[in-house]
Every structure is written in structure tokens, then in C-alpha cells.
């Protein structure tokens, strides 16, 4: 097959990352996409880095071995742990990965606050701690680590009094800060962001790095002269380390949220 009518690898530790593929797929109807969930190692955010890092670089080789174009870590943890070690692995593949959107927060709040909220690895990682220092001028950037919420909605729990419990409480010291964005770092959240919004108890913006990472995708692919040449609908196939998700996985790549 030509290289351009080879799909795309979409990876996340888990389901989060189907929250990108669905922006991938708005974006780039006609390709044929791969996504490969780690669920049975899944919470990668609060492993060390060393495990995060083998355990990306053998989805990566998963991936591969079934002749992806691209690969889209659609994992904030996995990109801040690994995508440099996959770049120098591969340095002739389009390795996109996905970070929290500060930026376009920071620029847009002058001085108020922003709210990140993260997994502890993605908090802890130079790579991050890097761009929040970028903006720390351009705004208040408050750092949440989010110990448990990916797990949550790997479990699927998306609403209901635990969840709402959990929020309050991690939310709560900032409901009298002067935040009017909360930037999703870790593509499990997008699944709770009404949770989010509800618990904050304020109006607030929420925003996520999937349509950014969509368009790098694009760019990517127009730069390597690897966009597809189909015209009509492409496909998308789920594989998860554990197969019992499967059936869940179609249910958030269709999810309202
Ligand atoms: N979805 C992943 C992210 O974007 C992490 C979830 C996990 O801890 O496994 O960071």
C-alpha cells in the first residue's frame, strides 16, 4: 500500500485519547485511523518515568508493526515523558503529541488566573513546568495536579455524587480566585468537563489541546506529502490491551460532551 493511504496511529494510556481522535477525525474525515488504548496499564500518570517511558515506546512499536503513517500520542503524559525519545527513535515519522493549552489561555486572560489541571507525571515534568514558567507573565498559572480523575473515567464514571464529591473538593480552594479559564491537560477530562463546570460553581472557560493537536496532525502530514488521496469516508478501528473496553470506546468516540 502507499504510505498515504496507510492510517494513523492515535495512542493514549487508556480512552482519554479518544478525545483527539474525534477532533483528528473532524479534521481528516477521509483517513483511515488506528486507535490503540493501553487501558490495562492505565493510569500512566502516576507511574514513574521510566515505566511511562517503556510502556510508550511499546505502543509506539504496536503501532508500527501495523504500518501507521503518523503516530498522534494523544496523551499528555506519554508526550511529556516520551515524545523526544520517539522523535530520536523515528526521526523520519510524524510524531504529533498533544500539551496543555496554556498558551492560548494565558494570552487570552492577561493577568487573571488559569487553572491546569493535569496528572501528577504531566505537573511534575520539565517539559510542562517549562511552559507554565513560559506564561506565568501573561497570567496567574495555577498548577492542579489531578490524582484519580483519569482513573475515574477510565472506570466510566462521567457523572453522579463521587465524582461530584472529588471535584468540590480539589476545586474548592479556587472558587473565590479570579479564574476565568481551566485548560484540560490530560485527554481523559474532556469526558467530566461538564462535572468540571458544574462543580466549579463559577462561569469559566474550559479548554482542550485536541483541536491544536488535530491541526499539527494536519500540517504534519501536508509537510511529509502523506495526506491521503481518498475522497470518501475514511475508518476507524479500536484496539485496547484490554479487549472489555472495546465496547466502551465507541461509546465516547460518540459521546455528546
Ligand atoms: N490521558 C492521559 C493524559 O492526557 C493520562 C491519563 C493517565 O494517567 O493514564 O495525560
Redesign the pocket.
Known sequence: MEPREQPIGVF???L??ISVLRACVALLPQENFLFFGDSAN?????KSLDQVRRLTVAAADRLLAQHVKAIVV??????SAAIGLLRQTHPELPIIG?EPAVKPAAQAVGSSSVIVM??P??IREDKYQKLAAAFCHEANVISLPCKGL??MV?QGIFDGPVLDAYLQELLLPFRYCNVDYIVL????YPFVRQAIARNFGRPVSIIDGSEGTARQLRRQLEKAGLLTTRTSQGTVTFQNSRPDKLAMSQTLFLMKY
Open positions: 493514549d494510556s487508556g482519554g485519547g492505565a493510569p500512566y500518570g502516576e494523544a496523551c499528555n503524559t506519554a508526550t498533544i493535569a496528572t507525571l504531566t483519569a482513573e477510565e491537560g490530560c485527554t481523559h
